[in-house]
């Protein structure tokens, strides 16, 4: 069992201003983008984590089943926090994350090892219980950004499982914009940190500038933001994330090929040929 501090000394939903204003980031779209423009750099690990607190009495012995599973939630942690031996319940939802369950406490998250799952499960209940509460977050703030042409929704919170409702993004996306997002066409989304949530619902040929915005969007949160989650853009479709982006050598390449390529051509973008 780990407990990790639930709310940022100060949290995204705080502040009043809008959000930075990016710097372009994926000027063309390709399986190597040519001459990309570099990301932040990352803050160091000492300010970017959660917070490990002391441990107090174990919270998990004291509730009854019904409080428990009420303060199940699942929650998205970094792909690197599993080690070999730890956390073996944890599921893969898409490369850089994986699908962890946290006890909400008033001012900590106890997050769930494999021996609590053990005694408290059977698994199955914990899972239905962590995503039926998760349904439940909703953004304290909503924020358009719009720039070249391109379109990104950014949600922000105090909760510390805002980012987490990726796992959910079409109830999500429903519940802000009124309308449920084409399963073939899918949504752009970003992760940056646990208190916020980048979207853009696929649609028209403003595919391409909105996928260099919420990349761009999505670097800034990631840097900046003690809570940082991923710094990747995704691609939702048919209930299923596929990753879009990576940094590498601090700088974002974007994977345009297969099934979002076609995504791409459908809406009027066109992959370009990769740079020689």
Do not use: C
Request: net charge negative.
């Amino acid at each position: 069992m780990s407990w990790f501090r639930r709310k940022p000394s100060t949290g995204p939903a705080a502040e009043s201003s809008p959000p930075a204003e990016p710097e372009p980031v994926v000027e063309a779209v390709a399986e190597t983008v040519a001459e990309p423009a570099p990301v932040p750099e990352p803050a160091p690990a000492s300010v970017r984590g959660p917070v490990l607190l002391d441990a107090p009495a174990d919270p998990f012995a004291e509730l009854g089943d019904a409080d428990l599973l009420a303060g199940t939630y699942s929650r998205l942690v970094p792909e690197e926090r599993l080690s070999r031996g730890h956390l073996r319940y944890a599921r893969p939802v898409a490369p850089g994350l994986v699908e962890v369950l946290g006890l909400d406490l008033e001012d900590a998250i106890a997050e769930y090892g494999d021996d609590q799952v053990a005694e408290y499960g059977p698994v199955e209940d914990l899972w239905r219980a962590g995503r039926s509460n998760l349904r439940r977050v909703e953004a304290d703030d909503r924020r358009t950004l719009e720039r070249d042409g391109g379109r990104v929704e950014v949600l922000l919170a105090e909760s510390p499982y805002l980012a987490s409702t990726l796992l959910v993004l079409d109830e999500v996306v429903e519940r802000v914009t009124g309308q449920a997002p084409d399963p073939d066409l899918g949504v752009l989304a970003a992760a940056p940190n646990h208190h916020q949530l980048d979207f853009h619902v696929i649609a028209d040929d403003s595919l391409l500038p909105s996928l260099n915005l919420i990349a761009a969007v999505g670097a800034v949160g990631h840097h900046d933001d003690a809570a940082a989650l991923s710094p990747d853009v995704y691609w939702w479709h048919h209930g299923r994330l596929e990753r879009l982006t990576t940094v590498h050598d601090g700088r974002i390449r974007v994977d345009a090929t297969g099934e979002f390529g076609k995504v791409l051509e459908q809406v009027g973008g066109e992959p370009p040929t990769e740079p020689a």
